[in-house]
């Protein structure tokens, strides 16, 4: 009876920990290792409809609901039982960018760049403005803030086909780049994203059609998040 009791009060602390475990976001694994959580679609920063009407709350709620979280949940798929499970997302893109992992490298950059570019947008005046050391690093760079946003706006419209327009930062400098389909600056040592336009076409088609100049110029011009890009510049 003695020996039982023990067993009981050992397989009841077991549960405890185990339960304590899964709370916490951790799973059980054998021989006592545990493993990560899984990477997860991060809220939304702001109400679907916030950025109506340039981008409305339908387009939102497809592009984030479906294109976005579909990402995520493919990406989990692939690093499930590899080398890649438990690093971070940052980690899972480098280190698939340079081993070629082309199918966890495209998942992974586009959950990234998905996210930082709902970061990247606010409510209509609610962006704020750069902060004195971005703004001085703009206009030696562009020679004014508007000559900024035109060229960030040039780079997105002019990417062909699917890709992302970029404001980015490396030693204090500031330029625009555009990358194509997944690709993100990230991988570059030193390179600091600030902010960046979504060109693919689920961005825009629902509000405004073939015309994706007139999306990233509403965008640039009205949404873009200053204060962000101040905070990520320091």
């Not at 549960?15 to 899964?22: D, Q, S």
């Not at 916030?50 to 493919?74: C, D, E, N």
């Not at 930062?169 to 990230?186: F, M, R, W």
């Not at 030193?190 to 629902?206: F, N």
Request: charged fraction near 20%; glycine fraction near 10%.
């Amino acid at each position: 009876m003695k020996m039982l009791s023990q067993n009981k009060m050992a397989r009841r602390r077991f549960i405890g920990v185990a339960a304590g475990a899964v709370a916490s976001g951790i799973a059980i694994a054998a021989k006592g290792e545990t493993k990560m959580k899984e990477i997860t679609l991060e809220a939304l920063p702001y109400a679907e409809d916030a950025l109506a009407p340039t981008i409305s709350a339908r387009t939102v709620s497809f592009h984030y609901g479906k294109h976005h979280a579909g990402y995520v949940k493919t990406l989990n798929g692939l690093i499930a039982g590899t080398q890649y499970e438990g690093r971070t997302l940052e980690e899972i893109i480098r280190t698939a960018a340079a081993r070629g992992d082309a199918a966890i490298f495209n998942n992974a950059a586009q959950t990234w760049n998905h996210t930082f570019y709902w970061n990247s947008l606010a409510p209509a005046g609610k962006g704020g403005a750069p902060s004195a050391a971005l703004l001085a690093a703009i206009e030696s760079e562009f020679g004014s803030f508007d000559a900024c946003k035109d060229a960030l706006a040039d780079a997105a419209i002019k990417r062909f086909g699917s890709g992302w327009g970029w404001l980015v930062a490396e030693g204090g400098k500031v330029s625009v780049e555009s990358t194509p389909n997944a690709d993100t600056p990230i991988t570059r040592p030193g390179v600091k994203p600030l902010l960046v336009v979504d060109v693919w076409e689920h961005a825009y088609y629902l509000d405004w059609q073939n015309v994706r100049a007139d999306y990233v110029k509403a965008v640039v011009g009205g949404h873009l998040n200053w204060n962000a890009a101040s905070r990520r510049f320091a």
